[in-house]
């Protein structure tokens, strides 16, 4: 699935094709992805000029002048095409700037979405109300999280992994972070002393600008909008590497399966 530095590559891709100019034409290709449309789409974001792109959490946000944010979400496979020599099954959404640049949305899975809402009333949806704040902002820091982790015994990884702690944070990016910070997973999160949770917050900002800097993690279907591979997965330090040595210490790094997911992390530099 890709995760917050895939939209926030992908939001960084569409500005220099969207942002400034009007759409000539928007059409949907079919009813829904993981829900419908919404109705009036066509109606709202037809004619209106994009101010603005952005991101929140793993959404990407187009802001239009007609006050109004149209939100995706990739889901499994998603991506934006950028002029695409021809359409093709799966492209579900299709955007045309009136200079003549085309856009598709991706999604042979079908488990992205599309919203549209009031640009006044995005803080109040409920995809984003109960939303921590953002790793890359200046919310993030080690006094924040030993206060959204106080008296808590659940682990690390787990409470991390709860948007309403940080917003997100995905397995792979979490599982880099804590090997950063020499953090174990399985640790109890209320008992994590200041200093770590200060490396830690420190290791989440490098982890994801990294990865935005390699243009995300390729997985399975995913794509920067001009048709790259991300090659973050080359730098992967823990994730996806169990048996391999650790490139700290070479302790052979450690998989566990839980929950749908792979925890990946070295026994030898992850005791704390």
Known sequence: MPELPEVETTVRGLRPVLEGRRLALVETRRADLRRAFPVDLRQRMTGATVTGLSRRAKYGLVETDRGDTMIFHLGMSGRWR??????LAHDHLLLETADGRRLALHDPRRFGSVDLLPT????AWPSFRALGPEPLGPDLSGAMLL???????????????????????????????LHLARIAPSRAAGRIARFRLDRLAVAIRAVLLAAIEAGGSTLRDYARPDGELGYFSKQWRVYGRGGEPCPACSTPVLRRAEGGRSTFWCPACQRG
């Not at 950028?82 to 359409?87: K, S």
């Open 147 to 177: 206060a959204a982790f106080e008296g808590r015994r659940a682990p690390v990884k787990a409470m991390l992994l709860d948007q309403r702690i940080v917003a997100g944070l995905g397995n792979i990016y979490i599982c880099e972070a």
């Open 82 to 87: 950028v002029d695409p020599g021809e359409l």
């Open 120 to 123: 006044a009333d995005l803080a």
